[in-house]
């Protein structure tokens, strides 16, 4: 197939015009979406990408599922990446998969010991309370400020084909690598968090902030900073970057 020179002119542009601008990649965590980042609106030179993470495609549920497995599928996205924003599940990934020398904004996730934790739920006897009986409903509807539940479920309900399960099949495999805060150390490292943030609350900020270095911006919300306060979220995202030019 062959192309117009019009045609030529116009690819090159658009190539030229990602080329020059700041790419940014923005990886989600559970029961959530690529949505979660949707409200966020960037600056005109910003492209943002938001990756489907392995294993949270709605009715899909990956018996195999691993946390190895799940940073692969989306390696080449933050390998290019100028910015990578890891929220809940997705910041464990951009800690396993930063470069030293790139910038990465977290929000809402833990690095250590927490997640053995999480491996517990899905023991026999806890499961049933975790996952069979509330799934990701209650950890949307709780996870958040109350005037915001309505519209996380609204936008994510739809997602939550076979939630349960998958839910519970990710907690089983969520063993991270030891030292991820250590290697980020060499990363130039963002904290956003939710003041209000009950499954990842302020101590755990804390603690990454001061294993990795980090700045620490706060909001006035929940665990879904990105949905429940994007203009607060993308005025960080900013402030981050205008540091790293600085």
């Known amino acids: 197939m062959s192309l117009r020179l019009g045609d030529m002119n116009s690819t090159h542009r658009r190539n030229k015009d990602e080329l020059m601008s700041l790419r940014v990649t923005a990886l989600h965590g559970l029961p959530t979406s690529p949505r979660l980042f949707e409200r966020l609106v960037l600056e005109p030179d910003w492209h943002l990408v938001s990756p489907k993470l392995r294993g949270l495609t709605p009715g899909e549920v990956d018996l195999e599922w691993s946390l190895e497995s799940c940073a692969e599928s989306v390696r080449e996205h933050v390998r290019d990446a100028d910015l990578i924003v890891g929220h809940d599940l997705g910041g464990v990934l951009a800690a396993m998969l930063a470069e030293p020398g790139q910038q990465v904004v977290l929000s809402g996730t833990a690095l250590g010991w927490y997640w053995a934790a999480i491996r517990f739920t899905a023991l026999p006897g806890f499961r049933?309370?975790?996952?069979?009986?509330?799934?990701?409903?209650?950890?949307l509807s709780r996870g958040c400020r109350p005037e915001h539940a309505d519209s996380l479920l609204a936008a994510f309900d739809s997602e939550g084909l076979g939630w349960s399960q998958q839910m519970e099949s990710i907690a089983r495999g969520m063993k991270p690598p030891s030292g991820l805060s250590e290697r980020l150390r060499a990363c130039d490292v963002h904290l956003i968090w939710g003041r209000s943030d009950p499954w990842y609350p302020p101590l755990i900020a804390r603690k990454i902030q001061r294993e990795t270095g980090a700045r620490l911006h706060w909001l006035e919300c929940g665990h879904f900073a990105p949905w429940e306060d994007p203009t607060g979220f993308q005025q960080a995202l900013h402030a981050a970057r205008s540091s790293?030019?600085?």
């Open 244 to 246: 790293a030019l600085k």
């Open 128 to 139: 049933v309370l975790f996952y069979r009986r509330y799934a990701g409903k209650r950890f």
